[in-house]
């Protein structure tokens, strides 16, 4: 009887210890695994810093000054004054986007050719 | 066990027979035993001792050779402690109202030379010097051949120097990281960012601290870690104040000034929203001050918040107040203007003649430094100084620039009565353009004294102190507004924004106690909209000249208030203001006109 005791009791200890060997090793394995996440984040943070510091700068108000004023025949932006403001009646009322259901059909196909002279004859 | 008998019979008999005692050798049988028992025991216990001593060694020698372990370890920091704080940059950002970034850091590198590990000195010289054009190829020889171990060469360098330093190919060049400040905007708010350096240097770091401006004042806050890189939030407005900078400019050169300076503070909080002082330089790449010579000259100086100027009829605003606030006066008064006024051997004149008399409405619009100087008499020096203290003109002005705290107004050594009445116009006391902007607002508010600040409060701010009463305010309001529409600012209506203000041309103190005649600072201190006041706009020019007449035209009229109104025309729908056009067809043609 005793000695079962002593066996079993030296099997737990053999397991308990197999058991600790492991966890061990897993946190050991977790916090390096950690670690490369913590810089791995750091990393991220400082390129988003320079991202943010380069967005800051091209979105400086002078160059967006000048590009506007480069671009001024394509994007017409100018300084916002004071006419930019508008009265609510004269914003058009929105023109609804309805197909059109009447269904135009050429009733003659003279007029059309009345309107549109040939091209050598349109010519001098 | 066997024991051997101590009396042995075989022996005991012959001992019999010899007539010998047996008793002795029963005594040395004894003995025998007895030396037998005793070297066994010593056996044991030596072995015991063994035995023991071994295991007092095993212990110690794991005791020992641990604390040697943990003796020539590298310190590490425990695995846990440190994910409780989050990565944050060294310096926290600053950022405007709108969340702008005005200040930033960046990663970059410094670089270091260690001659002991050099291969080919010259050649690491020559290549350095192509590298960066500031350095000497020869110098850097010279100090590689020293016996220094250890030489800084640059604090911060750019990516594609680094690449170019690496293609050198000198395994005794090195680089430490840095980090850097960076300010995207450049110059655009110079004297409020103010600017970093570095502090304790060392290879793999190195402390970014503030030099100036909010990046000193706030140095401690933006450099705590507990606050995990919270960015530091300014009442700027980056849109307002680009906009503003560049309109300043604009008219600084038309106007052939020296300097320029304006401040748009909105009136009821005193957030500052916009602030330039010209010339201006690049935070970025900081000026060294003037060693000698006269500090407002260097771009580092903010005209602003430091520069103290007597700011001329601008002042006239505080006398009529206190006029009205005291009841010794109504808008319709007549007051004498009959000139010139002598006091001993001085006398004050008017640009114009005004006449007998004018009323306390046309004195200022008009601005009549007689009348004015009447009114003060009337008030006496001890009211008059009570009242402008209170409008904070006799200290510092609470802003949180470590410049501005410094720059307490100039005031007259002894204040005699010649004092009150040329102060009552402005001249005998100096302030900078930011005090006037809070005066200006505080009675222009409705009478609440307004202190400035460019750190938005947290909650409600608490109102000051009334300065005024709400009817002296109302009254103020409209005079200035009067101003404007048929007085000296005429050129400052800008249509829809109802402005106000008073214009002030102070001839320039010169270097001999005198004044100068052609060198004035002119200011236009305004409020719009004047019906129901939210900003207060204070530009002054440092001796602006208008050349487009036939001849040169120096009064504020002519200079600070047309660009002044350029100013509003152009900040004020930044800043969301709807215009007021009291009649809707004036609105449309100015619509279809456009």
Do not use: C
């Not at chain 1, 099997?11 to 977790?30: D, F, H, R, S, V």
């Not at chain 2, 409020?192 to 706030?218: D, K, M, P, Q, T």
């Not at chain 2, 109302?474 to 249509?495: F, N």
């Not at chain 2, 106000?500 to 106690?513: H, L």
């Amino acid at each position: 009887m005793r000695g079962l005791i002593y066996a079993l009791a030296a099997l737990a200890i053999i397991a308990l210890a197999y058991w600790a060997y492991n966890e061990n090793y897993a946190t050991q394995a977790a916090l390096r695994r950690v670690d490369t996440l913590q810089q791995q984040i750091g990393d991220q943070r400082e390129k988003l810093g320079v991202l943010r510091a380069e967005w800051a700068y091209l979105n400086r108000p002078d160059r967006l000054r000048e590009l506007a004023d480069l671009n001024y025949l394509t994007l017409g932006l100018m300084p916002l004054t004071s006419v930019h403001f508008g009265l609510t009646e004269q914003v058009a009322f929105p023109q609804l986007d309805v197909n059109d259901i009447t269904g135009p059909v050429d009733l003659s196909a003279d007029l059309s050719a009345d309107l549109e002279p040939p091209l050598a004859e349109a010519k001098p | 066990m066997i024991r051997t008998p101590l009396r042995p019979l075989a022996s005991v008999l012959s001992a019999r027979e010899k007539g010998e005692n047996p008793d002795l050798i029963e005594a040395e049988n004894l003995r025998r035993r007895n030396e037998d028992v005793r070297d066994r025991d010593r056996l044991r216990a030596e072995s015991r001792l063994l035995v023991l001593s071994l295991a007092f060694m095993a212990a110690f020698m794991v005791v020992g050779m641990r604390m040697g372990m943990l003796a020539s370890a590298d310190p590490v920091e425990p695995h846990e402690d440190r994910y409780a704080s989050a990565l944050a940059a060294q310096r926290a950002d600053i950022i405007d109202i709108n969340g702008a970034i005005l200040a930033t850091n960046l990663i970059t590198n410094s670089l270091y030379a260690q001659p002991h590990l050099m291969i080919d000195k010259p050649s690491a010289a020559a290549g350095l010097a192509q590298v960066f054009p500031d350095l000497n190829a020869q110098d850097l020889l010279e100090q590689f051949n020293s016996s220094r171990k250890f030489i800084w060469l640059k604090r911060k360098i750019s990516p594609e120097q680094m690449q170019a330093v690496h293609d050198i190919g000198e395994p005794g060049l090195q680089f430490g990281p840095r980090e850097m400040r960076l300010y995207p905007n450049g110059a655009f708010a110079a004297h409020i960012l103010g600017g970093a350096g570095f502090g304790r240097e060392g290879v793999h770091s190195a402390e970014v601290i503030g030099i100036a401006g909010v990046e000193h004042r706030y140095d401690a806050f933006l450099r705590n870690p507990a606050e995990q890189g919270r960015p530091l939030q300014l009442t700027l407005d980056l849109s307002v104040q680009a906009a503003m900078r560049r309109v300043l400019g604009g008219g600084m050169r038309l106007l052939s000034a020296k300097g320029a300076a304006a401040v748009l503070m909105e009136a009821n909080t005193g957030e500052v929203i916009a602030m330039v002082s010209l010339p201006d330089f690049d935070p970025n790449d900081r000026p060294t001050p003037l060693t000698k010579g006269d500090a407002s000259d260097s771009p580092l100086f903010n005209r602003a918040a430091q520069g103290l100027y007597e700011l001329g009829s601008t002042f006239k605003l505080f006398t009529v107040a206190q006029a009205l606030d005291l009841g010794i006066a109504t808008p319709e008064t007549m007051i004498d203007t009959q000139g010139p006024l002598k006091w001993g051997k001085f006398s004050i004149r008017d640009f114009h003649d005004y006449g007998k008399s004018l009323s306390l409405t046309d004195v200022l619009v008009k601005s009549s430094n007689i009348g004015t100087a009447n009114l003060a008499r009337e008030i006496g020096a001890g009211q008059q100084q009570a009242f402008l203290d209170a409008l904070g003109l006799f200290s510092p002005v609470p802003l949180e620039l470590p410049e501005a705290s410094q720059s307490r107004p100039l005031l007259p050594k002894r204040w005699s009565e010649l004092s009150t009445m040329t102060i009552s116009y402005g001249h005998g006391l100096a302030a900078s353009p930011l005090h006037l902007a809070a005066a200006y607002a505080s009675l222009l508010n409705g009478g609440y004294r307004v202190t400035p600040t460019l750190i938005k409060p947290s909650g409600d701010a608490a109102r000051g102190p009334r300065i005024v009463s709400e009817d002296t305010s109302k009254i103020l309001r409209s005079m200035l507004r009067q101003v404007v529409v048929r007085g000296t600012a005429s050129m400052g209506e800008v249509a829809g924004y109802h402005v106000g203000g008073k214009t002030g041309s102070a001839d320039k103190p010169d270097a001999k106690g005198g004044y100068a005649k052609e060198k004035v600072i002119s200011t236009f201190a305004s409020v719009f909209p004047a019906h129901d006041p939210k900003y207060i706009l204070v530009v002054t020019l440092d001796e602006p000249v208008d050349t487009t007449g036939t001849e040169p035209r120096r009064t504020a009229g002519w200079t600070a208030v047309p660009v002044a109104a350029e100013i509003i025309r152009r900040t004020a729908p930044l800043l969301g203001m709807r215009p007021e056009i009291d009649h809707p067809d004036e609105m449309k043609y100015m619509l279809s006109n456009y």
